[in-house]
């Protein structure tokens, strides 16, 4: 069952061929230095990238197969940037409907969840599944705690009230000068440094009992501290208050995560999204599983931490073997704003 996927929810623009969970193409055109200098992503900019490229990467991806190889063809449907998304779906069912191919619209947040089983063309890494698991997404949009019962089967128990962890630690790197993507930056500077907090800046929301985050507050906190320093003397210690707004959020994320396994007695993570690229934060969760006598998977593949049209086709691998198709085509919108 081989399917075509897309991908355009933000500032990637990726095709994927894949068969069951293995991917035997995938291609993604990056937007980053477009949006580089604006210091964040710039929906008119994403859109017209997205627009002057989908038929390249389409191409690109394909190129090693005929289109009679194709059975379906998948899209992300949301959540995302509606006029990146927007582009995704115009050029799915353009294909659909070119080629009379079922369509299959997908939950981007489903891809993160399913990232951590994604194989290479080979097959490889070979993990069984052994439901359930406790899944946290982590990216620029979203922080949520989602129960993965069963295949396509979720439920959501905690998420940001307001920012999510990503878009907090772009924008500490923002306000420190370090440009965009920031999370990269924090990561790096934060390795050059002994004492990994020593501002000790808030930890939101940890005497809540609930599994919802907030990371608006420590923003704002960081943003008064910056500004009272800088009335004082000028700026310095730029990797002490990297490292310390990162140890900040971090620490957050693995109480609230070690809160999320006493309530849940689920002991099995998965943990997908951009952030999780970052070392000090595997290396986090990977000691608090080991707490617990429990395992962590991260997505299987670097690259599938981030926006990426592999992850999408393999969800849709396993809707397609439920007949969860797009019953009218001309129907499909996008949904910024989708949930679980």
Known sequence: MNILAIDTSCDETSVAITDGRRVLSNVIYSQVLLHKKWGGV??????????????????????KFSIKEIDYIAVTQGPGLAV????????????????????????????????????????????????????????????????????????????????????????????????????????????????????SFPRPMLKSKDLNFSFSGLKTSFYYFLKSQAAKTPLSGVKELASSFQEAV?????????????????????????VIANSRLRNLMRSL??????????PSYKYLAGDNAAMIGIVAGYKADKKL??????KLDRTPRMSL
Do not use: C
């Open 42 to 63: 710039v929906p008119s900019i994403a859109k017209r990238a997205h627009e002057e490229k989908i038929d390249f990467v389409v191409e690109e991806a394909i190129k």
């Open 84 to 199: 990146a998304l927007e582009v995704g779906i115009k050029k799915a069912k353009e294909l659909a409907a070119a080629y009379q191919k079922k369509l299959i619209a997908v939950n981007h947040l489903e891809g993160h969840i399913y990232s951590a089983f994604v194989q290479n063309s080979q097959g490889n890494p070979k993990r069984d599944f052994k439901f359930p698991y406790l899944a946290l997404i982590i990216s620029g949009g979203h922080t949520e705690f989602v129960i993965f019962r069963n295949h396509l089967e979720y439920e959501i128990i905690g998420q940001t009230l307001d920012d999510a962890a990503g878009e907090a630690l772009d924008k500490a790197a923002k306000l420190l000068g370090l440009g965009y993507p920031g999370g990269p930056v924090l990561e790096r500077l934060s390795k050059e440094v002994k004492n990994i907090d020593s501002h």
């Open 250 to 274: 971090f620490d957050t994320l693995i109480k609230k995560t070690e809160m999320a396994i006493k309530q849940t007695g689920i002991n099995r993570l998965i943990i997908g999204g951009g």
């Open 289 to 298: 599983v080991k707490k617990y006598q429990g395992k962590v998977l991260f």
């Open 325 to 330: 198709f797009v019953e009218d085509i001309d």
